[in-house]
Every structure is written in C-alpha cells, then in structure tokens.
C-alpha cells in the first residue's frame, strides 16, 4: 500500500464516517485514495469552513471530527479552525498535506512550517518524516485527541510520503509514556469535597463544557438534587443542566443572567466542574465571589488554580469523579433558606427586554424558534450579540445541543459547524443563530450545502452594524461607530443564487410564520430579520467589573 | 525567585521549540536551558532555571510543562537534594599587572587556563551557582572579553 492508502485504511479503523476538506497539488495522493474510501468527503468551499465543520461535527456528536488541506494556504486557512477546536477542547484530527521531504525547508512552492505554525494551538502535533511510522501517528493521533482534555492534533504528511510504500501495520494499542490522563479523583480529595459539601449552607454548582465532554450530565442532575444545590453554567456548559429545571440558574457571567450571578457571588461554596474559570465568568478575579471555597473538578491540571484560588483540587473526569462525589455524600445539606433566596433573584430579576410592536427583537425571534423546536433543535451561533442572544434566549434542556465558539471567539464559525452537526445528526434540525457581519464571514459554504443536501437553517438577525462592537462603542466609546456599520449582499437573492431559499422578515407578524415555513422547507433556508438595529445584550457587566455589577436589563 | 527544573522529554525534533514555545506564549522568563541525551537515547534532559514570581506561577509552569505529550516528567529540584553545575568558558584580560589577581583566582576556585595569548587567556570552570557568582564577580574586576556560559546542569544525588 501506499502512504495515502496506508492513511485512509487508518481512518477507517478509527471509525471516521465523514471527513470535511479541500484539495490540492501536496494531497494529491490522499485524493486519489478518497476516491475508493469507505467515508463520506465533504468539500467545502474554504478550507476554514472543512475546520469549523469538523469542529461541530465533533461537537455535536462526541466522535472526532477529521478535516484534510493542502500545505501552504491550504494548512494555514486551517489554522483559525485548529485554533477554535483547541480553546474550546475539540476532538479534531487535521491532516495537511506538506512538500516533499527533501524540499522541506526550501521555500518550496506552497510550503509553510504547519507544524510551527500550530504547534501553540494543538493538543499535539506530528510531521511524518518515515512512511514506517504513519499508521502508528493516526492512532496515536486520534488517541491523543479523543482522550483526557480533548484538542485537535495535526498530522502534517509529505506527498512523497503519501506515495511512499510499505506493509500495513496497525498498531493494536497506542503507548505514550508522556500521556496518561487522570481519570479517577484521589479519594483523599473526594472524601474533603463530600465534607465541604455537607458543611455547606450556600452552595452553587458551577458546570462548565467538561461536563458535557465527558457525559456527565446525569451525574451532574443527581448530583444538584441529591445536595439542593442551583447550578449555573458556562457559554460551552450549556445544555449540561436543563435550563428548565427548578435548580438552574442559566448562564452566568459578563451576559450571565444576573441571578446566576448574585448567587455565586453569595454562595460560600462553589462547586466547579469542568470549567475553567475564563475571565468572561469571573470578571474581576480579586473580587470574586469573596466567601466562597471552591472544589475545582477537571480533568485538566492546568487549568486548576490558574485564575482562582482553589481549595480542593480533584483531578480526574467530570462523569468519573461526580460518581465517586455521588457515593460519598450521605444526603442533603441544609440549603432551604439559600434556594429561597436564590428563587427570590429569579423572580425579581428575570432575563428581559422590551418588546414593541412595531420593530422585531431579536429576542423575540429565539424566544419563537424555542418554541417551535422545543429546545430539542441543535442551535449552533456565530459570534457577538447574536451568540449572546442565542445564549440566554433558547432554553437548552439537552447536552451538544448549543454549538459555539466559545474561548476563541471565531466570527464565521457557526454556519460550516451547523453544517458539520448536520452530518453528525441527520435527524435533528440544526439552526445557525448569526448576524449579518459573522454569516458574511463563512458564506461561500451555501455551495456546500446546496450541494451535498445538507439542510440547515440560518437565523441571520440583522441589525446592519457589527452589533457587539457597536454596543462597546455605544457605552464606552461615547457612541462613536466607528467602522461598526455594515451592509451586507441582499442575503435572501443571495441564497436563490446558490440554490437554496431566502426569506426576508421586515414586520414582528411575519416572524413565526417566516420561522415555521423555514423550519418546513427541505433545503438550506437563510432567513433574514430585519431587527431593531440599536438592540443591546443585557445584562452586561463592563470588562474588568464585579460580576455582580450589571448594567442594563435588570428590572 | 530562582527554580532549577529537571524535564525528561523525548529524543526527538521539535521538543525543544515545543519548550520554549510553551515559556514565550505564556510569558514565563528562562534563565538558563540546557539539553542533553540521557542514559537512554529515546530521552534527553533538559534543565531549566525559570524565574517565577510566586508559587501560582511556578506550578503552572510545572504543570503545563507537564502537559506536553513529549514530556515524560517534570522535576523541581529546587527543594530536594541535589547538585548543580555550570561550565563557564571566557576569554579575559590578561598584563603582567593583572597576573597576581588572576592566580588568585585559580587558587581560590576551580579555574583551568587553556589557552594563553598575548593580552588575553581563555579559562575554563565547572562550578556550582555560588562559586560561579563568586568568579563572575571577579572577572569582572580583571576584565571579560567574551563569555560563554552553558546554563545550570543538576542531579539528585
């Protein structure tokens, strides 16, 4: 076999069912061997979008999500996918093509140093110099990006490598003596949680993306009733902890809801799983939540102590470590006064906006999308207000069911990864929430769906401004738009172009019908609302405040 | 303060960009970084001396070090027993007036002259932190042309 079979028998075995790329001249044998591959290849029309489609593959699905580009722009086009996948601890194998050994190092045709280039944004990275060793960097490359913290891995391959031959040789296991993640917590260390726990009078869980990475979203349910604690959660926890349940707080931090954000202020015990205290969340850090102690589970060490003084640290895997937690605590705390009190901010300080009859909130439009796919939608945003609004505004009930570049921030993520879960979860309806700069951002990828038939819908809520900045500038910039106002193509002639169905919403009447017909429609529908253009995400606590420092929103 | 940190990664290109890499990005300051194959040729040893501005500091660099695939272990050696050296090389000024100050020195510390010109000797030392400070000090005095230094190396006993 040759190196480009040797590759697509090792992704086979590794159970790839869908790989997202672009070709060109250095994968040129890779191509060659797809063409017999046992997998669906998708082609997107950028090599960022193969990335970002990958990426919510993964997401939505757990299982590691592959893309494939050539070297050079081809590699470097991935970056930005490589670099949201890392932030966001994805599950990504990506494959570069790379100039001939022997030209490596030569300013050849196409060449960039991608191993140099993404060596601070991966989990791990390989440039494969020996065809004798390739089978055994795939393995070890899906190993290292499936297991532990998650992250994407780069396999950079030569095209004479690619051409090279050899015997196939799978290596039945995969041994790194540098690698060898913590799974369990220390039992010293869950016995002094169980003890911290029951001692608690204001306890607040704090649940982060590791738990849905991990499938720990039961343990976590059992886990907040068992002790009658809230739970609030991070952009990526999402969905960790059904928003509708009596006991969640919804998000917390800088557009947190402001509940979520009194009560860990409050709380005098924060139980932290698998999140990391981002500086989104803690806003100022010497100040926050004063009188809390903190039990800080991750799987990931470095992430422990880090932002926050942490009072037991437990290592290990959120659904590992919340079952050990689960057998040692004997019942519940005595929380009754603290969940009253927390109830009490619910009530008096709900999430809210004005509605009017005349202009379309964006609010409004998510709050009816919520209530046509009961939440059981896979709801992936782009990046700004329109993420925010998606964030707070659909009620997440389900785990991978919110798609977001959270630690990253990546505009134009959202519409190639709603097209990645698409292939994931052929069953469920996936909704782009964006706005009209980030859809503007990845839009080529319309082709792509047309194309291949993958139906997925976007929400783009219009406001003609890059409304996030726009809001900054508003508040901190004395309103001062600089460069923030900007026009977009006629985004309903557009889709018509490429195949696929625009709608235009201008009046509020027009919003459920445009969103029930879209929902309808076998196809990839953009729908465009014309929203209120100067609508603002409230609450919202100023960079480098107290997160208990809200402005705007609070009744 | 100063930390004398033991690695033990593998043998393999790359490792030592990943290293340096990982201090640049997080803005951690290397004192001194020195690499060599171990007993096993699948490992090499680096030891670095770090400077870090408090124990938070420290322990991310411990553990981020640690999360490296191509690291296999991390070890400070700073409050554990252990033995360090450095080899010193410089070329120094050299006068009949200096001679006097300069046997000193060769008497005081492990200090080899191995080359001798005109105006200039080139000496060669392997100490350990304080006596490298002490001959730093008097080097200085007598006049340093060119120095090469190859960073701290450190065993456990």
């Known amino acids: 076999m040759n190196g480009a079979q040797i590759l697509i028998e090792c992704l086979k075995r590794e159970g790839v069912e869908v790989m997202f790329g672009y070709p060109g001249g250095q994968v040129l044998p890779i191509f060659d061997a797809l063409y017999e591959a046992p997998f669906r290849f998708i082609l997107t029309r950028h090599e960022q979008a193969a990335a970002h489609a990958a990426d919510g593959y993964a997401r939505a699905t757990g299982k590691t999500g592959v893309c494939l580009a050539t070297s050079g722009p081809g590699a470097t086009n991935l970056v930005t996918g490589i670099a949201t996948a890392y932030m ?138 068992k002790i009658k604690a809230p739970v609030t959660m991070t952009l990526l926890g999402l969905g960790a902890f059904p928003v509708d349940h009596d006991l969640s707080l919804g998000m917390l931090g800088m557009h947190g809801t402001a509940y979520a954000n009194f009560a860990i202020m409050e709380s005098d015990l924060i139980i932290a799983v698998g999140a990391r205290f981002d500086d989104r969340v803690t806003g100022r850090v010497d100040s926050f939540a004063p009188g809390a102690k903190v039990i800080h589970i991750d799987i990931d060490p470095s992430s422990i102590s880090k932002n926050i003084e942490v009072d037991i640290p437990i290592v290990g895997d959120a659904k590992n470590v919340l079952g050990q937690l689960l057998e040692e605590i004997t019942g519940p705390a005595d929380t009754g006064e603290w969940l009253k009190k927390v109830q009490m901010y619910k009530t008096r300080h709900p999430l809210s906006y004005k509605h009017t009859d005349n202009k379309i909130k964006p609010q409004y439009i998510i709050e009816q999308l919520n209530d046509l796919t009961k939440g059981e939608a896979i709801i992936t945003t782009e990046v700004g207000q329109n993420q925010m609004w998606a964030a707070q505004w659909y009620k997440y009930i389900h785990p991978r069911t919110l798609i977001s570049s959270g630690g990253l921030g990546t505009m134009g993520f959202g519409f190639p990864a709603a097209m990645g879960a698409k292939m994931g979860c052929p069953d469920k309806t996936v909704i782009d929430i964006a706005g009209d700069g980030s859809i503007q951002m990845n839009i080529q990828e319309l082709a792509t769906c047309v194309c291949n038939k993958i139906n997925v819908k976007v929400v783009i809520l219009n406001n003609f401004y890059l409304g996030m900045v726009r809001q900054w500038q508003e508040l901190f910039y004395k309103k001062r738009y600089s460069h923030t106002c900007i026009t977009g193509p006629d985004f309903v002639k557009l889709a018509e172009a490429y195949g696929a169905v625009g709608i235009r919403v201008t009046e509020i009447k027009e919003v459920r019908p445009a969103l029930e017909k879209a929902l309808a429609i076998d196809n990839t529908v953009f729908l465009d609302f014309h929203i209120e253009p100067e609508e603002n995400v409230f609450p919202m606590v100023p960079a480098g405040e107290a997160i208990n420092k809200m402005i705007g929103g609070l009744a | ?60 660099i411990k553990k981020q070090l640690n999360k490296l695939i191509d690291v296999i272990s991390v070890l400070d050696l700073t409050k554990k027993k252990h033995y360090d050296r450095e080899l010193i090389m410089a070329k120094i000024n050299f006068s009949k007036t200096l001679e006097p100050k300069i046997s000193k020195i060769t008497k005081r510390l492990p200090v080899k002259i191995i080359h001798r010109n005109k105006d200039s000797y080139v000496i060669e030392a392997v100490l350990d932190q304080e006596q490298a400070k002490d001959l730093m000090a008097s080097l200085e005095e007598i006049g340093i042309k060119e120095l090469a230094r190859t960073g701290r190396i450190a065993l456990e006993p």
């Open chain 2, 1 to 60: 303060m100063k930390h004398t940190i033991s690695v033990l990664v593998e043998n393999k290109f790359g490792v030592l960009a990943r290293i340096s890499g990982l201090f640049s990005a997080r803005g951690y300051n290397i004192d001194s970084l020195a690499v060599g194959e171990t007993e096993d040729p699948s490992v090499s040893r680096m030891t670095i001396v770090v400077n870090a501005a408090d124990e938070r500091i420290l322990e991310q």
């Open chain 1, 88 to 225: 966001d601890s994805i599950p990504m194998v990506a494959i570069t093509g790379q100039v001939k050994t022997f030209l490596i190092g030569n300013d050849a045709f196409q060449e960039a140093d991608v191993t140099g280039i993404t060596r601070p944004i991966t989990k791990h990275n390989y440039l494969v110099k020996d065809i004798k060793e390739l089978a055994t960097v795939i393995r070890e490359a899906f190993h290292i990006a499936n297991s532990g913290r998650p992250g994407p891995v780069v396999v950079d391959i030569p095209s004479d490598i690619q051409l090279a031959q050899a015997d196939f040789v799978w290596p039945e296991k995969v041994e790194i003596r540098g690698y060898k993640p913590t799974l369990f917590g220390h039992p010293g260390q869950i016995k002094k949680a169980a003890k911290l726990i029951a001692q608690s009078k204001k306890p607040i869980i704090y649940a982060g993306g590791g738990v849905i990475i991990s499938g720990a979203h039961e343990e976590l349910i059992e886990l907040a009733e």
